[in-house]
């Protein structure tokens, strides 16, 4: 067997099968929470174009905020799914954790608040749900309460590995692009590219989304790419890919792997998880996925790919010359710098 056998076997067993056909209760759930945390996350930190200011991000435990100034201070909340606790961190040294088992949403936004309040950083947020039909506001919602430690490893393993090969997908535009984070109100991950062109007004209607969000987000022409768990009504979890206006002819685009669907209702290309993880390098299966739907709709839309698209993914010469290890050394892990990497 080659390095590279090796490295696509190890590659494939490491995405996590994904217990979708029982995982409904715990996702509402989560869904919920992260939309609690990342309204307060929204509401101290300043707007960023397309909402960029919103976002969780993936961390080596699970979801986290990054820092959020707060009055010449700031703080930090992170969701642990090995630990399994929201853990709120400030930069004047306070701690708190607040433990993630089956409690309501009413008790978790509670908790919340009071821990913030109770080092000195209280903070307020608008308690409607977004992007949630017929939602119930997070102090009155004593329906949901449902979390199993392992479906929320799960997920998080999930988007552990979408995330390393969206980075790697983003890496290959020099356009304007985002970044890969997770939006906890359609509560899916996600990276966006840019044309720089201006785009026709959003149509608007999202459940719990104003229209002028959801206008100002594709105020310009995009292509998108990312990983959604699904949901209740559709419980299989999905890869997806899109434009924004969709070029005509889009929906026909020959899209990589073969199993690659149009979802007419959604209007964008589909990869089942599962489907994705029949082959056995899901990691350049899925990079080819998102590869071939950008291009297809960046060649109909006549984007300027030459100058949008980089030619050297990996880095340009002078950056991939130096030596960078990818892996550690055999022996104890360890080694010194070379002088010029110091």
């Not at 609690?36 to 707007?47: A, D, F, S, Y």
């Not at 209740?232 to 206006?245: N, S």
């Amino acid at each position: 067997m080659s390095r590279h056998d090796v490295q696509v076997t190890r590659a494939a067993a490491s995405w996590p099968d994904l217990p979708s056909d029982q995982w409904a209760d715990t996702m509402e759930t989560l869904h919920l929470w992260t939309q609690v945390v990342g309204k307060i996350r929204m509401g101290n930190t300043p707007w960023i174009n397309h909402g960029w200011n919103v976002p969780l991000y993936v961390s080596t435990a699970g979801l986290r905020t990054s820092l959020i100034p707060y009055r010449g201070e700031g703080f930090e909340l992170s969701f642990d799914f090995i630990d399994h606790e929201l853990t709120l961190h400030a930069t004047t040294g306070a701690r708190r954790a607040i433990a993630l088992r089956d409690r309501t949403v009413a008790d978790f936004y509670g908790s919340v608040v009071d821990a913030m309040a109770s080092i000195d950083m209280p903070v307020a947020i608008n308690v409607t749900p977004n992007e949630i039909p017929d939602a119930i506001p997070f102090d009155r919602d004593t329906v949901h309460g449902t979390y199993v430690p392992a479906h929320a490893t799960a997920l998080w393993r999930a988007l552990l590995h979408a995330g390393r090969v969206l980075t790697g997908f983003r890496a290959g535009f020099s356009g304007k692009a985002s970044p890969v984070h997770f939006f906890w109100g359609s509560f899916d991950l996600a990276t966006t590219r840019f044309s720089g062109r201006g785009a026709p007004p959003h149509p608007g209607g999202v459940p719990g989304l104003p229209d002028d969000i959801a206008r100002e987000a594709y105020s310009h022409e995009v292509t998108s790419a990312g990983f959604w768990p699904g949901n209740r009504a559709a419980p299989d979890p999905i890869f997806y890919a899109y434009a924004y206006p969709t070029p005509e002819g889009y929906a026909g685009a020959r899209i990589e792997p073969p199993e690659a669907a149009w979802l007419d209702d959604l209007g964008e290309f589909a990869l089942r998880y599962d489907q994705l993880l029949e082959h056995p390098d899901p990691d350049g299966v899925l990079l080819a996925f998102f590869q071939s739907a950008h291009a297809a709709a960046a060649d109909l839309a006549t984007w300027d790919r030459a100058a949008l698209e980089s030619a050297a993914p990996l880095g340009p010469d002078w950056w991939a010359a130096r030596p960078h290890p990818a892996s550690p050394p055999t022996g104890n892990g360890t080694t010194a710098p070379d002088e010029e990497d110091r």
